[in-house]
């Protein structure tokens, strides 16, 4: 049997190195712990959005050739080319479009024995167009009792709390 | 229920989230056209929102939006009519990881060919370019923005990019690296420190009259020279500030070019070129990078000689002397005498060769990887005789050069005519 | 056609690690130095080099791009870079493409590298920053989340059963086997799968593929070029590649749109009217066990949600009529990213010059697709090869 490529060329290439090599010092290392840190500027949209949050409202924009009402709200229309229309209020309630339960955190650690797993989900939210879905986490339900389809609302924090952010929203619980 | 109303549920398609194919894939004629080989491209739009310090009332997504409304109002073609979408970003510098994934939906190009290069804008020219000359796409789009505002920690983003074991340990600003080649040039070329700092009163000059600058200023010499050092010998005044803003091109094949606009800029030549990024190995006094990027560009071109053949030139000048150092590598010039032609005047707006009339990077801020895109489309406006103020007369061929800064040794180089 | 026909003619890979001992540039020089000698060409031969590698984050530098040109060959050449995260690795050979096609250039040297490793305390922390950084980032959200969203809405649409999807991971860890450069080659069972640990319902350990460091590069001639220097060049007769909105929760994941446009876009080029009959061996990206499936039908290899049942038919196994990932794919032989997409190209390019050993199919193939898929369920990437 023909072979370009074979295990003898491969094994030459690169030598591998184990987490315990590093531990044990075999190998000399050095660290850096970047800082990079960025203020973005998000624009009229956006920054409506991340306003009205912080006043406990849900706001969306309408582009009146494809009807569809944008979530997050957006300046132009991108399937329609085209700058967007009038500003709409949505609700703060929606359906569950799909969901996850998560053991593991962002950085791939195992969330401690005992935690309630992550369950974020994209939830699709009322007065928005069908499929309009936004991302969040979902809680106050046992991980295993969420389906696809289930109601949900908003939990929002105390208003003196809110600085403008999707943080404002604690969470999505069913109703 | 009217025509508009049947025509949206036709295209929500009611409860099922199941999106059909809109608009650019319903008509998915761009997948049927297969085109002859061309043997010429022009630039047929341009658009951009001006360079300026800072954007705040603009996100990444509305300055693009605007640029590429510019563009494509100018060629006259919609999104659904561009075969493929280049876009220049960096990770970092945009602040966000694969930065690509926001590049789509303000250029119209949802579901569409579209792919980033972390490089120049030159560098995505060239690709949009060679798409075009392989027969893959008859009309294509470039894209590149600078959001410089947005970054906090700009020295440590910039020294990021230094080796992470040999240079970035020794925890200096990276602008030493230009300070250090400085030194070198300097001493290699006989050019005087007040040459450089001509370059810069030339340029901020300059620059006062472009209204798409923003960093324009009338200042001499001497207010040059006693600015805040630096790295020596590099003053405040010697390095270019930073500005935002983004620039949209269309390309076109030769005979959709023709039929489109009556003022398309053609590529004549184009050149890109890498030296060694190990700054232990590098020839510090000579821009080797931009040296055999131009032959490449000038090859293609058919130009033999630069200095007679080429009109005007704007180049890459972050730092003053920079602009000197790259003029000596497009070899519009010998070795060292860049240095007394800006002195004599010889590259001011009513000089022989003009170099940077725009303003280049110290008038109209460093935009990072957009650098090259706002050289080119200087060149274009000139070529078009769009220019304003700045305006050359009886122009027919410019050079656009870019660098993609410290501490690389990259760079690009694009010819275009009229 | 009017098209400048451009040919593999030699590949290199290096040995998929979890971490190496190598910097990025000795990984990326290994690689090209394979590649050149097996089609006994020297650097001077070659043109310009175009370089792939995902996100700057894992190797924590800053234009990784500009770090890695004497790696690659590219000093004093004319050298780009192209990014479309994942799916970088096949949209290599099509950048290398244009740069011999549009007949600037009649050679070009192909690299993609990754090293993954660098990155601490976990590389998977890199992918926070792909996230929207004002409506996601402040969620904390991991990349494992958004495929297991895309998971749970395919598994739901189709009502299939994770027992079924795990057939994947049997597969490919097992074809894996025979690849010099697999990192986590195994025989494991269904429920081997099934009972790993569960990172993020419904994804087990056992469903994803690992994180890892390795380089792949290859070598790009025109035709006057490739004809004298192999007698077996590999043709790039279709390319495509195409992507979709980063407002992701707005589309719905259970079919990948942006792959089947990339796919007809390659297969119009090629001129294949029936993918399913006329491609003979095939390697979709696989970095989680249902991806593999999901793609295949973006591929048209199949009707919608009917991969599963090629799948449990064994038609996608070496022997059976359309392989799948005879390499062992991401989840046999190891994921760093860039680099996988080039390796699955380098397989189409072997088992269509039947040099591929103990994976080689039977039958003779003579044409083959490659795909990749990156970002937030954006990207498809497509190439097809053909002898």
């Known amino acids: 049997m023909q072979e370009l490529i074979t295990k003898e060329m491969v094994e030459r290439t690169v030598t591998g ?105 994209v939830i699709e939210i009322d007065g928005a167009s069908p499929g309009m879905g936004i991302l969040h986490l979902l809680d106050e339900v046992e991980p295993e009792k969420i389906y696809i389809g289930m109601r949900v609302k908003a939990v929002w924090k105390p208003p003196k709390e809110r600085i403008g952010a999707i943080t404002d929203i604690k969470y999505f619980k069913p109703y | 229920m009217g025509e508009r109303e049947r025509k949206a549920k036709k295209l929500r398609k009611g409860g099922d989230r199941e999106r059909g194919f809109f608009q650019g894939l319903k008509d998915e004629s761009f997948l049927e056209r297969r085109f002859p080989m061309t043997k010429r491209v022009a630039i047929i739009g341009v658009g951009t929102t001006g360079f300026r310090a800072t954007t705040p009332d603009l996100s990444y997504r509305e300055l693009t939006y605007e640029a590429a409304t510019k563009a494509y109002m100018e060629a006259g073609i919609e999104p659904k009519d561009v075969d493929a979408f280049v876009s220049t970003a960096e990770d970092f510098f945009e602040g966000y990881s694969i930065a690509d994934e926001y590049a789509p939906d303000q250029l119209g190009a949802v579901l569409k060919p579209v792919y980033t290069v972390p ?82 009163v030339k340029n901020k000059r300059n620059a006062l009259n472009n209204p798409n600058a923003g960093h324009g200023a009338l200042i001499d010499v001497d207010y040059v020279l006693n600015s805040p050092m630096v790295s020596y010998p590099l003053t405040e005044m010697d390095i270019s500030p930073h500005s935002d803003g983004a620039v949209v091109m269309v390309l076109a094949a ?29 020839d510090w006094a000579e821009a080797t990078y931009t040296r055999l990027a131009a032959q490449q560009a000038y090859k293609m071109a058919g130009i033999r000689y630069p200095r007679k053949e080429i009109d005007f030139v704007e180049l890459n000048d972050e730092f003053s002397y920079k602009e000197l150092q ?43 990887e957009l650098n090259g895109g706002q050289k080119v489309l200087d060149v274009v406006l000139q070529l078009r005789g769009e220019a304003g103020k700045n305006q050359l007369k009886d122009v027919t061929t410019g050079l656009a050069h870019s660098w993609r800064g410290i501490p690389t040794a990259t760079g690009a180089v694009v010819i275009l005519s009229n | 056609m009017g098209l400048r026909r451009v040919a593999i003619v030699g590949a290199g890979l290096t040995k998929f690690y979890r971490r190496a001992q190598e910097t990025p540039k000795e990984l ?41 040109i004497d790696g690659a060959g590219g000093k004093r050449k004319p050298y780009m870079r192209h990014y479309v995260g994942g799916g970088t690795g096949v949209l290599s050979p099509i950048h290398g493409w244009f740069h011999v096609a549009s007949g600037m250039f009649d050679t070009c040297l192909v690299v993609a590298e990754e090293k993954m490793s660098s990155c601490y305390p976990h590389p998977a922390g890199a992918f926070l920053t792909i996230f929207d950084h004002t409506t996601e980032q402040p969620l904390y959200p991991t990349l494992i989340w958004i495929f297991a969203i895309e998971m749970n809405r395919y598994m739901t649409r189709w009502g299939l059963s994770k027992r079924d999807i795990a057939l994947v991971s049997v597969k490919n860890k097992k074809n894996a086997l025979d690849h010099p450069s697999s990192q986590v080659a195994a025989e494991i069972t269904v429920d081997d799968v099934l009972n790993s640990e569960v990172m993020a319902w419904p994804v087990n350990r056992l469903d994803v593929s690992p994180t890892s460091d390795g380089a792949a590069a290859i070598v790009l001639a ?34 990948p749109d942006y792959v089947e446009v990339a796919a007809r876009m390659a297969y119009k080029m090629a001129g294949i009217r029936e993918p399913d009959k006329e491609i003979h061996v095939a390697e979709p990206y696989d970095p989680f066990s249902y991806k593999e499936l999901h793609h295949m039908e973006g591929l048209l290899l199949c009707k919608r949600g009917e991969a599963i049942k090629l799948l449990v038919d064994g038609v996608t196994q070496r022997d059976g009529n359309l392989p799948c990932c005879p390499s062992g794919g991401a989840l046999g032989v190891g994921n760093p990213i860039a680099a996988t997409g080039l390796m699955k190209i380098i397989e189409i390019f072997l088992q269509l010059r039947e040099e591929a050993g103990k994976r080689q199919v039977p039958g003779k193939p003579t044409c083959g697709v490659a795909q990749a898929w990156g970002d937030l369920m954006q990207v498809g990437t497509v190439v097809v090869l053909r002898r």
């Open chain 1, 17 to 121: 190195l184990s987490e315990r090599d590093i531990r044990e010092g075999k190998v000399i290392t050095t660290t850096w712990k970047p800082n990079l840190r960025y203020a973005w500027d998000n624009g009229p949209a956006l920054g409506r959005y991340l306003a009205e949050l912080k006043n406990g409202r849900i706001i969306g924009k309408r582009c009146r050739r494809c009807n569809r009402i944008l979530l997050p709200p957006r300046m132009f229309c991108e399937l329609c080319w085209r700058p967007t229309d009038e500003w709409v209020y949505v609700k703060d309630t929606g359906v569950v479009n799909t969901f996850v339960i998560s053991y593991i955190d962002w950085k791939a650690g195992r969330i401690p024995k005992g935690q309630r797993p992550f369950t974020p989900a």
């Open chain 2, 119 to 200: 490089g120049d804008f030159i560098h995505s020219l060239a690709s949009a370019y060679m798409m075009i000359m392989s027969g893959v796409a008859e009309i294509s789009v470039v894209q590149g923005m600078s959001k410089a505002s947005n970054m906090l920690t700009l020295s440590e983003m910039v020294g990021f990019a230094m080796d992470p074991i040999y240079n970035r340990p020794l925890k200096e600003d990276p602008v030493f690296i230009a300070g250090m080649e400085m030194m070198r040039y300097l001493h290699e070329t006989g050019t005087t420190r007040r040459q450089c700092a001509q370059v810069v």
């Open chain 2, 254 to 282: 030769e005979e959709t070019a023709r039929a489109l606009s009556d003022k398309p800029i053609w590529i004549r030549g184009i050149g890109w070129c890498s030296d060694t990024p190990v700054l232990e190995s590098w």
């Open chain 2, 326 to 368: 790259h003029l000596e590598a497009l070899m519009l010039c010998k070795k060292g005498e860049a240095g007394p032609m800006t002195e004599a005047g010889a590259t001011e707006i009513e000089g022989e060769l003009p170099v940077n009339p725009s303003g280049g990077c110290l008038g109209v801020g460093n935009l990072f």
């Open chain 3, 28 to 68: 990326a020089y290994e690689a090209a130095k394979m590649a050149l000698e097996s089609c006994e060409m020297r650097l001077e031969d070659i043109d310009c080099v175009v370089l792939g590698t995902a996100p700057d984050a894992f190797d924590g530098i800053h234009m990784n791009g500009e770090y890695l």
């Open chain 3, 222 to 255: 025109a035709e006057h070029i490739a004809r004298r220097v192999t007698e077996k060049p590999i043709w790039i007769d279709g390319v495509g590649w195409a992507l979709d909105t980063s407002y992701w929760c707005t589309r719905d994941l259970y079919y």
